[in-house]
């Protein structure tokens, strides 16, 4: 089976730290329709930026496994 695999940032641009610095992903608001990933510096623990999951990944996924639908999901193009 494949995996749908998205986007991961491994190394995001520090200022503080005036390189590419890996980040580690902490999970930082879970809301009904997203949840907010935050990436921190591993090595100043900056918030190097943010990843929303959309619940249309999940509504994806629910379309791709029910394809028999004849309706064809808006994913906000
Ligand atoms: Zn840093």
Known sequence: M?????????SLYCQKCATAMPVREKLLLVLPDKEIHDYLCTGCASSLGQREVTAGARVLARAMASSRSAAQPSFGI
Do not use: G
Request: charged share 35%.
């Open 2 to 10: 494949k995996q749908f695999e998205t986007l991961r940032a491994s």
